[in-house]
């Protein structure tokens, strides 16, 4: 099977190409190589797997690319909130634009391939109580959800009106190795690890479902393989945690002391809650977690703390920032 993953430079795309050779895929990766990719991700992998620098929304690029390929993973992104905040249009550019082109280039060239496109559940806005399935209506707050929402409406329309095998999924916070600093967890060990205060915004209450990111890259795959034309799969863990329940539970791993806490001011538009409904691609493809917050955790903590050489040149003092929707990107 040759598979194109789009954006396999990228924390999530990384680690799917890692999982997919695995199975003795050929892959071949494309990546604008933005400041979320990072060649180090990838640097030990040779064998059946090949790299192209280039950007989803090139037509031409992407026409050739699908042309001989099985299957199409879009990971490709832009998927910083705090950054959609102070500067919009990038967001605009790839993950709506991009995916547009991406769907183009399939219709012409090899409408029979597989596509799965792979989205978040921000787009459903948040929720107090419950949990959303896929057949809720969008609800977008900032920018980068409302970007990554209209990736997802093309998407099904192109199944539905030009019947290409595409499928949308949407996933909850995902971590785990190789994630960009800029992020909360790897931030906090980060900062954690410089003797720095960990910023955690507004009162830390905000809830998010933690999942593993291999385990975000296996029930991809079996979208990407047995998944149905036109349909969303949401996947979730069922392990809500607060910010907070995050920071301290890192500290503790650490053996920190929490008064490294330091509550900042929140983002405009921060989501309260999201939760998903992940019993759809659970019982219809036989997916499951594999790995609890505990554990997934500490392997999380233990990789950062080892591979101080992946993320040094990365942590510098703006991407490390307390409150980054104030700098101008």
């Known amino acids: ?17 890692r999982y997919i050779l695995n199975s003795n895929a050929e892959v071949v990766n494309v990546d604008a190589m933005k400041y979320g990719s990072n060649p180090n991700n990838l640097k030990d992998v040779d064998e059946r797997y090949s790299f192209v620098k280039g950007d989803i929304s090139d037509y031409e690029l992407m026409s050739r ?27 605009l550019q790839s993950n709506v634009i991009g995916v547009f082109v991406l769907l183009e280039a399939l219709r012409k060239n090899n409408p029979d391939a597989r596509f799965v496109h792979v989205s978040t559940d921000e787009v459903y806005g948040d929720i107090l109580d419950g949990s959303f399935s896929e057949k809720d ?11 990554k929402a209209a990736g997802d409406m093309f998407v099904l329309a192109y199944a539905r009106t030009y019947s290409l095998h595409a499928m949308v999924t949407r996933c909850t916070n995902n971590y785990g190795m190789y994630q960009f600093p800029e992020k909360l967890i790897p931030k906090t060990i980060i900062r954690t ?36 034309k036109g349909k969303i799969y949401n996947i979730s863990s069922g392990e809500e945690k607060t910010n907070l329940e995050v920071v301290r539970e890192i500290l503790r791993i650490m053996g920190k002391d929490e008064d490294l806490i330091e509550f900042v001011e929140d983002r405009p538009g921060h989501d309260i809650r999201y939760s998903l409904d992940s019993s759809k691609i659970r019982e219809e493809l036989g997916w499951k977690p594999e790995y609890n917050f505990k554990e997934g955790i500490r392997k999380t ?26 700098l101008k990107w």
Not at 2 to 16: A, Q, Y
Not at 197 to 205: A, D, N, S, W
Not at 217 to 228: F, I, N, Q, S, Y
């Open 1 to 17: 099977m040759k598979i194109l993953v789009t954006g396999g430079l990228g924390f999530i795309g990384s680690n799917f190409v």
């Open 65 to 91: 690319l699908v042309k001989d390929v099985d299957a199409v993973v879009n990971f490709a992104a832009e998927s910083h909130v705090d950054r959609s905040i102070s500067s919009p249009y990038p967001f």
């Open 137 to 147: 209506t969008l609800m977008p707050s900032s920018p980068y959800s409302a970007s």
């Open 301 to 326: 903590v233990e990789w950062y703390l080892e591979n101080e050489w992946w993320w040094k040149s990365l942590a510098d003092e703006r991407v490390l920032h307390p409150t980054p929707w104030k």
């Open 193 to 228: 690890a410089m003797g720095m205060k960990i910023p955690v915004y507004g009162t830390g209450m905000n809830v998010r479902d933690w999942i593993y990111v291999m385990d975000h890259c296996k029930a991809v795959d079996l979208v990407m393989r047995k998944g149905e």
